[in-house]
């Protein structure tokens, strides 16, 4: 079973430029979520989408949306960039188990 | 205060040892434990998952949850040079059919040939 996958793996933008990251979850699940992670902060939840309906936000500005297909493919976009969000942007899609939770390995989010 | 705190080390012990990391969290209505490992450059991958109090055995990894201290433990015995990596607690709340995680920020590990 192929794994969670996430495009682009590398990012370069400037500030006030917007961004979109893909997620494919691994086949058959339905929930996908997004985590910002850097070195201060941590891991921290940004959304989380099911069934192409955002269930569950994080405290982040609204910046930060995203979106699900019905393939359950996923996007996030951020607009306006700012310096502070250069980032790990990890994706995780989940089974009907809740150790069924599986992250890919990341957009690196360089922000200039 | 936040909701999951853990000590960010860095750790390094020497081949051989047992590893003790350890997380406390405030909010007692979590009700799932995990333990993630994440190598560099790489998604976190889950190590250990429970959602009771008490001790959870797979290999030469031990999960330890204290519902009562709010307090959760990961013991690595035999520590390799492949456990290098930072740990990460999660803990989940699930309610209104939303699920989330919430993390610790992560202990660097690096175990010494």
């Known amino acids: 079973k192929a794994g969670v996958t996430q495009t682009p793996r590398y990012l370069i933008k400037t500030r006030g430029q917007q961004v979109t990251l893909s997620c494919s979850p691994i086949?058959?699940?339905?929930?996908v979520s997004w985590y910002q992670q850097t070195p201060g902060q941590g891991l921290q939840f940004l959304f989380e989408y099911f069934s192409e309906t955002q269930r569950n936000k994080g405290n982040f500005p609204g910046r930060f949306s995203g979106r699900q297909f019905s393939n359950s493919r996923s996007e996030m976009n951020v607009s306006t960039l700012e310096l502070g969000d250069s980032a790990l942007y990890l994706c995780?899609?989940?089974?009907?188990?809740?150790?069924?939770?599986?992250f890919g390995p990341g957009t690196r989010l360089t922000v200039l | 205060q936040k909701e999951v705190e853990q000590d960010p080390g860095p750790l390094s012990v020497p081949e051989g040892a047992i590893v003790s990391l350890n997380c406390t969290y405030s909010?007692?209505?979590?009700?799932?434990f995990m333990w993630y490992r994440q190598y560099s450059r790489k998604g976190p991958e889950l190590l250990m998952y429970?959602?009771?109090?008490g001790n959870k055995e797979d290999g030469r990894f031990t999960a330890q949850v204290d519902k009562s201290s709010k307090y959760i433990s990961l013991f690595i015995r035999d520590s390799q040079p492949s456990d290098s990596a930072t740990y990460l607690c999660?803990?989940?709340?699930?309610?209104?059919?939303?699920?989330?995680?919430?993390f610790g920020k992560g202990t660097k590990l690096s175990v010494i040939p």
């Open positions: 086949s058959g699940h339905r929930s």
């Open positions: 909010n007692s209505a979590f009700q799932y």
């Open positions: 999660a803990i989940a709340y699930s309610g209104a059919g939303s699920y989330q995680l919430t």
């Open positions: 429970t959602y009771s109090s």
């Open positions: 995780s899609s989940r089974g009907s188990s809740y150790n069924e939770q599986f």
